[in-house]
């Protein structure tokens, strides 16, 4: 043996390194390799998902959006409308009050007017009674030459007027 090399402890190195090297492919090479994948595609595939809820939660976000647009203008529009209504039936009501006070005012009218005549009545039947009753005292009190006067006036101012 020259140089002190001895083959057979080389070969021997040589079979304990590839067990060696196999042993550790195996035991932690390849599971590692295996985990690395698998994790790999764990991510991969949570990141798709992640994208595709990203895309859904984005076209549901413009859909809720574009109802709530519509729905704020469904609110503005139907408050446009009750505004309307109740300026229709404001106008109703100040129109109807209108009509009634015009009504209270032509019946309070009617019946001032009622009651003026019935008092203009009123007095002048009470003049008359004063005069029947003047003329009564005046006849009684006289005979009936006053009253001959007075008729014998009262046909000369008929025949004048």
């Keep these: 043996m020259p140089l002190n090399i001895d083959w057979q402890q080389i070969l021997l190195h040589l ?21 690395m994948r698998k994790r790999e595609e764990n991510y991969a595939a949570r990141e798709a998902r992640t994208q595709q809820l990203n895309d859904e939660a984005a076209a549901l976000r413009k859909k809720y959006e574009t109802k709530l647009h519509q729905a704020e203008e469904q ?46 009545d009123d007095a002048h039947e009470e003049i008359r009674a004063m005069a029947v009753n003047m003329v009564e005292k005046l006849v009684l009190s006289s005979g009936g030459d006053a009253l001959d006067q007075f008729l014998d006036e009262a046909e000369s101012e008929r025949d004048n007027g």
């Design 15 to 35: 079979f304990n390194f590839v067990i060696l090297a196999g042993g550790l492919y195996f035991i932690l090479y390849k599971p590692v390799k295996s985990f």
């Design 75 to 120: 609110i503005q529009k139907d408050r446009e409308r009750h505004h309307e209504e109740l300026e229709e039936e404001r106008q109703r009501l100040i129109d109807d009050a209108k009509e009634q006070a015009r009504a209270i005012i032509n019946t309070a009218s009617q019946t001032a007017e009622l009651r003026s005549r019935k008092a203009i």
